[in-house]
């Protein structure tokens, strides 16, 4: 088991940046993607963006492209997501994920992301 930890969720005004950090721990193992999912109330989880082990793919939803930044250390067992001119409709929780090349998949607790407008 992969334990994940988020870190670096808040309360920011509309416009402000947030830097949201996740760190694996455990039975960690190379070649494995990471990403980020959020859920915002009355809605389902949706997909925000990924980055393959080696850092040179990255994808993101429509919605943030151009606005968040997906990164990772290897050396630390993390991903972060550099969050620039947040937007009321960013609030939700973001959660972290990891995918192995097993296909299994570790997901995080979450942290709180707020945009006040």
């Known amino acids: 088991q992969v334990q994940l930890v988020e870190s670096g969720g808040g309360l920011v005004q509309a416009g402000g940046s947030l830097r949201l950090s996740c760190a694996a721990s455990?039975?960690?193992?190379?070649?494995?993607?990471m990403g980020w999912f959020r859920q915002a109330p009355g809605k389902v989880r949706e997909f925000v963006a990924t980055i393959s082990w080696s850092g040179d793919i990255t994808y993101y939803a429509d919605s943030v492209k151009g606005r968040f930044t997906i990164s990772r250390d290897n050396t630390k067992n993390t991903v972060y997501l550099q969050m620039n001119n947040l937007k009321p409709e960013d609030a939700a929780v973001y959660t972290c994920?990891?995918?192995?090349?097993?296909?299994?998949?570790?997901w995080g607790q979450g942290t709180q992301v707020t945009v006040s407008s």
């Open positions: 455990g039975r960690t193992f190379s070649n494995y993607a």
């Open positions: 994920n990891v995918h192995t090349i097993r296909d299994e998949d570790y």
